[in-house]
Structure formats: structure tokens, C-alpha cells
């Protein structure tokens, strides 16, 4: 009886089992042998090893390093990748460093990779699954050899007759004088006062101490606000008195921006040493639901290889690690997020996304509010609506939510008086006349927040007596002039909810 794996795959060899995971050499439908990796994730440090595989695996595709045919399945009780049989080749380290780059943050090397090639593209043709952790053992210590001590200085043996010392004596005299001298010199050399160098560039300082006899050294500093080549600090300071050969160390000016480090695929734990090491921090989390391991990174923002400060601070997108139900995801919440950040998080969580700007005090590109509101689970692809903060302007834009005013017609032009009769008393034009009516709503207890319009149009104008983000529990009353008829407008998050006369 010819056994299948998936339903599909036929067994042709079963490989020696290696802790959760199994080889076999099989043959897919299409008639295509290779080598199928089966894992049996049974405990958490098998999912994770599996996990780890896949987001290397993805890393690979998405950089171009994966062949076709690879399949990759994740679904409960049938963990395995298939990999097509391809003919290997040794390609040089040089060109082999690209993929090896792309697998260090999963902890492959290139003893796990067989290699082949298409077209001139390297790709991989095999990763060997990692199924215990790999911990570097620090280098063995050599203890130091000891060197024997060195035999005592034979004693001198003076000849007994006095003349032949004379010539060591006449060089004893000269040596003597000489080293007098230079002691002299040595210990009365001028003295100069250092200027202050703070703000020159090298050469400038060069130049200006370039007749002290100093010992001039430079260092590296790292100050985005400052010119580059400026120098930044010396020692000793400005104003000291120093002599000849003396160290002057003088620290330059060399602004360096780095670049988010690869984070994608990481546990969140290890994602926070990289960032450190990389001299940047943790500014925010944001969890979604994902297939990954709880606390597996998704994504960063800025993302992987963006230039950022030193210091800066970097938001994550981590899995919550409960996997939301088929073709479903939760909302998360992007209150306070830049437009830019929110459309991100949105395709990450492949959602749709409807930008519709609001004239608002908040800063220009803030998303103020969204619909619908977070922690909610929606299908793939569902859009959401997002309201994101605009500068007032004249004209109201296309997308805007608000309806425009109906503004009463344009009265019509006066025609001429009649000539009026000679004693009677010319009527006086009434205009409309000033009332004063109160106008008050209390926001609905199931809206825990939203963004508020409050207008009153009457016979003159159309008057904004509010507009603004609100939360609960929220109510407005307030006594405002109208001149003649009048109706009341409210509008919350974009929709007319009140429209009356007063």
C-alpha cells in the first residue's frame, strides 16, 4: 500500500527522524521528487522552531532567493515544507553573502544551505531545518606560558691596575655632561597656552598649534546637530599651559545616521537587544491577531534598513498570538497614529483603507477617528474608514464628510419704488430679525468617542458652534443668535444624525 503525506505526497524513502522533526524523500502529484520536511509541533519550542523556519523561509522568497515549487504548509496537524529536488552548486562566499545576510536573523549559516543556480541567480535549494538551539561557546582560555626567569647579571671584574681605567672613566665624564644638557632642555622646555579649538575644523587647529610640538590626536564623535568636521570637545581644555610633546586629543565631528536593524520574524525579547544594540529603543507595541508565535515581530515602523537617529524610538507590530478565525483579523487601534502609519498597520492586516480628512485643531495628518472602532473582527479586505485631521479650508474637499450648506436662495434684486404719493408715509424694509435659541445634544452612550460638527444656518450665515474630537461622557448646551428662520445640523463621526429647525 503506497503511503501519502497531505493526501498528496508519495513516500519513496523515510529519512532518520531528528526530535520533532521527520524527513522523507517523496514524489509531489505532478510527479516531482524532493525532500519534505514533516514537523511535529507538539510543544512550544518546536512551534517556535517551526515559526523561525517559516519567517526565514518568507525572508528568502521575498528577496528572491527562493526557487519555485517550495510549499509550505501551516495548517493544524500538517506542519511541512516541500523542497524540489535541483542540481547544487559551491557558488563563491562573496556571492553567497547576500543570502547569508538575509538568514542571520534566524540563526541559519551557510553549513545549513545547499545551494543551486538559474539563470545566474543563486537560490537555495535546501535549508536544513534547526531543531536544537545553537549557543556559541566563548573561546577556550590558553593559560600563559610561564617564561623562565632570567639568570642573575654577572658581576663585573675590574682590572687591578689603575690606567686602564681611564678611558672608561673620560667617556663616563662625557657621557655625564651630555646627559646633563639634555635633562637641562628636557626639564625647561617653553610653555604654551592652548587656544580654544571648539568649533574648527582639523586643519584650522592643525595650524594654530602646528608650532607647540604637541602630540596631536583625533577621535570620532557623533552629533547630528552639529557640522560635520567640526570639532566637538578637546583635552586638555582651552587655556591650559602645556609644553612641548604633549598629547592634545581633539574629538571630530562625524554624524552618522544608522538603519533600523531586521527585526521581522523575531521574538520580541530579541527584537529589543537588537534595538538597543543598534543604540535605538522601543517607542510603542501594537498587537494584532497572527498565525505566528505570541510576541513574534510582524513588522517595525520605520521599517528595516530606514536611516534613523541615534536614540530614536522604533513602534512594533507583534502577534498577540491567538489566531483570529479564516479570511478574519481585529482591528486594531490607530487613534493618534500619522496617516502614513495607519495605512501601513491596515495593509499589514490586509484591510482596506478610506481616507477621508476632517477640518480639525489636531495636527495635519493625525488620524482622529476610524469605522469602525477598534478591537473589532472584520473580514480580509473590509474597509476602514479613517478620519484623519486637515487645516480648515475655503472650499470643502471631495471626500469630505460633511454635507455643504444649503444656503437659502439668492434673494432677488430690488426693483425701483413707485413714486410714492404726495402724504403718505414710505414703509421702512424689515430685515430679519435677531432671536436668541438654545441649542444642546448629549453624545449616545455607545459611542465611546467621535468626532463632533455642530452647525446653525439661519437667513445670514452658517455658523460652526462646534467641532471637535469628543469622548464620553460628553454634552453641549449653549445659547446662540440666529436672524430669522434657522435650522440645526449635527454631525457625528461624518453622518447627519440631527437636522431641525429652531
Known amino acids: 500500500m503506497v503511503s501519502l503525506l497531505d493526501e498528496k505526497f508519495t513516500i519513496l524513502q523515510e529519512e532518520p527522524p531528528q526530535s520533532f522533526l521527520q ?10 521528487k524532493g525532500l519534505l520536511y514533516w514537523f511535529e509541533v507538539h510543544t512550544p519550542e518546536a512551534r517556535a522552531a517551526f515559526h523561525r523556519y517559516k519567517n526565514a523561509l518568507r525572508r528568502l522568497q521575498a528577496q528572491g532567493f527562493l526557487p519555485q515549487g517550495v510549499v509550505v504548509s501551516a495548517n ?33 549559516g551557510a553549513s545549513d544551505l545547499e545551494i543551486s543556480e538559474e539563470n545566474g541567480q543563486l537560490l537555495v535549494a535546501n535549508l536544513r531545518p534547526q531543531t536544537t538551539p545553537s549557543n556559541p561557546s566563548p573561546p577556550p582560555s590558553h ?14 671584574r675590574f682590572r687591578s691596575h689603575w690606567a686602564s681605567w681611564l678611558p672608561g672613566l673620560l667617556m663616563l665624564a662625557l657621557g655625564g655632561l651630555g646627559l646633563w644638557q639634555a635633562t637641562f632642555r628636557y626639564l625647561n622646555p617653553p610653555e604654551y597656552v592652548l587656544p580654544d579649538l571648539v568649533g574648527k575644523t582639523p586643519r584650522q587647529a592643525l595650524e594654530e598649534v602646528r608650532s607647540y610640538g604637541l ?30 610633546g604633549r598629547r592634545l586629543e581633539l574629538v571630530v565631528n562625524k554624524p552618522r545616521l ?10 520580541l525579547e530579541d527584537a529589543r537587544r537588537a534595538l538597543e544594540a543598534s543604540g535605538y529603543r522601543i517607542a510603542s507595541i501594537t498587537r494584532i491577531a497572527s498565525g505566528d508565535t505570541a510576541d513574534t515581530v510582524l513588522a517595525s515602523i520605520p521599517p528595516e534598513g530606514q536611516p534613523l537617529g541615534p536614540g530614536e524610538g522604533v513602534r512594533l507590530l507583534v502577534s498577540s498570538g491567538a489566531r483570529p478565525p479564516a479570511r478574519e483579523t481585529l482591528l486594531p487601534d490607530l487613534s493618534g497614529l500619522s496617516q502614513e502609519e495607519a495605512l501601513y498597520i491596515l495593509s499589514v492586516a490586509e484591510l482596506q483603507a478610506q481616507v477621508v480628512r476632517v477640518a480639525s485643531g489636531a495636527p495635519e495628518g493625525t488620524v482622529i477617528g476610524q469605522e469602525p472602532g477598534p478591537g473589532v473582527v472584520l473580514p480580509r479586505e473590509t474597509v476602514v474608514r479613517l478620519l484623519v485631521a486637515a487645516q480648515p479650508v475655503a472650499n470643502l474637499p471631495k471626500a469630505s464628510p460633511f454635507q455643504p450648506p444649503r444656503l437659502a436662495p439668492p434673494a432677488p434684486e430690488p426693483q425701483p419704488a413707485p413714486p410714492a404719493e404726495p402724504g403718505l408715509a414710505q414703509p421702512t424694509p424689515a430685515g430679519p430679525q435677531e432671536r436668541r435659541v438654545n441649542v444642546s445634544y448629549t453624545l449616545p452612550e455607545n459611542i465611546p468617542n ?3 460638527v455642530i452647525t446653525v444656518q439661519d437667513e445670514v450665515l452658517v455658523n460652526t458652534v462646534f467641532e471637535g474630537p469628543v469622548q464620553q461622557p460628553w454634552s453641549f448646551n449653549q445659547e446662540v443668535v440666529v436672524r430669522g428662520s434657522a435650522i440645526l445640523r449635527i454631525l457625528v463621526n461624518g453622518q447627519t444624525v440631527v437636522e431641525t429647525p429652531l
Do not use: C, H
Open 143 to 156: 593559560p600563559q606560558t610561564e617564561m623562565p626567569a632570567p639568570p642573575p647579571p654577572a658581576k663585573p
Open 258 to 267: 544608522g538603519t533600523v536593524p531586521s527585526l521581522s520574524g523575531r521574538s
Open 215 to 244: 602630540n596631536v590626536t583625533f577621535t570620532e564623535g557623533n552629533d547630528i546637530s552639529r557640522p560635520k568636521d567640526q570639532i566637538l570637545e578637546q583635552s586638555p581644555d582651552p587655556g591650559t599651559r602645556v609644553k612641548p
Open 450 to 452: 467621535a468626532v463632533v
Open 76 to 108: 493544524p496537524g500538517r506542519y511541512y515544507v516541500f523542497w524540489p529536488e535541483l542540481p547544487r552548486v559551491a557558488p563563491r562566499p562573496r556571492r553567497l553573502r547576500p543570502v547569508l545576510e538575509a538568514l542571520e536573523p534566524f540563526g541559519y
Open 23 to 32: 524527513p522523507y524523500l517523496v514524489q509531489s502529484p505532478e510527479g516531482v
